[in-house]
């Protein structure tokens, strides 16, 4: 499933990939004519990782499928793909924050947004160079999401009525996303967070902003109705729940999902399966977990003995048998709405739950 999925994912991504180029290009025109040369500088690394061809366009993708899930026209391909590239730019935004907040270093290869500015001043400035590169890249990252808004309101092709709709939950969404956030930067400090507490960052940060919004946007934009919008609630639910369990999972195995292999440990973040080792380890396991947890400068030696500890105290496992759940879940709630949505689509969304269950990347 996975080798035939991920050749119909690449030929889905190539459209988007090809019109984040555009966007980045008219960026760069733009504020390069009406600010210089040094204004766009900031720029360069977002940009370079918007464009990157190892990103998947989940996001932009699914509002190709939300759109064509209610019988949208064939002939607005290119309007749809814009969007598409242009909800890749909201996603832009959302991961530069997430990389500053989670105190990543890398993505797909490249240094983040953050990190790559403050080393091109550490030469010059090196006593200021982390907070040079930290204020550049707000000023970067905050801009591209007035940019992003600016743009899907001009969108073309659609009704005016459905680009308000589209925008209000563009919207709504990311201040969902915000909150989601939150309690995850603050579950990172708590002595003990509850599994419950866990999936709540998971059902606002990828259940919702992952998969609900854009198959919705696409929906609306193919003029669903109120009843059709609430009939993939659940299935968002269920594909955002699979897509991130597996996303945690990929650091206790020998993948690499486009972040810093040891990333989720150094930055304290509390997964599910944090949470299952807890549940289980004794104290000096618990120790040895809390004081890991967060480590910038975690050794090989630990992030080996925190691997092995999530599979022989049975966390692991745990959290893989629950994707497996998840997966059913999804696969049940598209056979409830078999009847009423695009065949093809439905096929998209149920081959999206396998791959997701399955991936390595």
Not at 253 to 272: A, M, P, V, W, Y
Not at 302 to 308: A, I, L, M, R
């Amino acid at each position: 499933m996975i080798k035939g999925f991920a050749s119909e994912l690449e030929k889905k991504q190539e459209p988007i990939h090809e019109h984040c180029d555009s966007v980045a290009e008219q960026i760069r025109d733009e504020v390069m004519e009406k600010y210089g040369e040094e204004a766009f500088g900031p720029y360069i690394p977002l940009l370079n990782q918007y464009t990157s061809r190892e990103s998947k366009r989940i996001r932009g993708i699914l509002i190709g499928v939300g759109y064509r899930l209610v019988g949208g026209e064939e002939s607005k391909a290119d309007q749809i793909a814009h969007a598409g590239a242009l909800m890749e730019l909201f996603h832009a935004y959302i991961l530069g924050i997430d990389d500053i907040q989670d105190r990543a270093r890398t993505r797909h290869g490249l240094p983040v947004t953050h990190v790559a500015l403050a080393e091109e001043y550490r030469g010059d400035y090196p006593e200021v160079a982390d907070h040079i590169g930290l204020s550049l890249a707000c000023n970067a990252i905050f801009s591209i999401q007035h940019f992003a808004a600016r743009e899907w309101q001009w969108l073309k092709g659609f009704p005016e009525d459905r680009i308000k709709k589209t925008t209000t939950m563009i919207n709504d969404c990311l201040v969902a996303t915000a909150s989601g956030q939150t309690y995850d930067v603050i579950n990172a400090y708590r002595n003990q967070v509850l599994p419950e507490e866990i999936e709540r960052v998971i059902r606002l940060k990828t259940s919702l902003y992952t998969i609900t919004m854009p198959l919705q946007v696409g929906m609306l934009l193919g003029d669903a109705s109120a009843g059709q919008l609430k009939m993939v609630e659940a299935l968002g639910d269920a594909l955002g729940m699979l897509f991130q369990l597996g996303d945690d999972r990929q650091t206790y195995e020998s993948s690499n999902n486009g972040k810093d292999k040891d990333s989720d440990i150094c930055e304290g973040k509390r997964t599910l399966i944090v949470a299952e080792m807890m549940k289980v380890a004794n104290a000096d396991q618990r120790l040895f977990i809390s004081k890991t947890l967060g480590n910038e400068n975690i050794s090989p030696d630990d992030f080996t003995k925190f691997v092995e500890l999530a599979h022989s105290l049975g966390a692991y496992a745990v959290v893989k048998e629950r994707e497996f759940r998840e997966n059913a879940r999804a696969l049940r709630e598209i056979q409830v709405v078999s009847e009423i949505f695009d065949k093809s689509s439905l096929d998209f969304l149920r081959n999206m739950a396998g791959y997701f269950l399955e991936r390595k990347t």
